[in-house]
């Protein structure tokens, strides 16, 4: 059984950054493809970006392309989500999710972690 757990989120000015962390444990991490969601208040859950196992896939949503960056350690079972230039609207409750496949749905998903942009 995969967990995540996610961390970093907090208050921030737009224009800030912030660096969300992803936990994993359970599993095999090193085979687990791992995605960012958000789901702002009043608003249905989006994708933000996601990463493959090997590190050589990166997905972004077009609304964080050259403002967000995702990465991963492998070594410590943690993925990241560096957030540069935060504007107001993602403003939402992040989330990391993983799966073993590189399609198909996430199976395992974590509780969440806040960030509010303030302008």
């Known amino acids: 059984q995969v967990q995540l757990a996610e961390s970093g989120g907090g208050l921030v000015q737009a224009g800030g950054s912030l660096r969300l962390s992803c936990a994993v444990s359970?599993?095999?991490?090193?085979?687990?493809?791992v995605g960012w969601f958000r789901q702002a208040p009043g608003k249905e859950r989006e994708f933000v970006a996601a990463?493959?196992?090997?590190?050589?896939?990166?997905y972004y949503a077009d609304s964080v392309k050259g403002r967000f960056t995702i990465s991963r350690d492998n070594a410590k079972n943690t993925v990241y989500l560096q957030m540069n230039s935060l504007k107001s609207e993602d403003t939402a409750v992040y989330y990391c999710a993983g799966r073993y496949g590189s399609t198909g749905a996430y199976d395992y998903w974590g509780q969440g972690t806040q960030v509010t942009v303030s302008s």
């Open positions: 359970g599993g095999t991490f090193s085979r687990v493809y």
């Open positions: 990463i493959s196992w090997s590190v050589i896939s990166k």
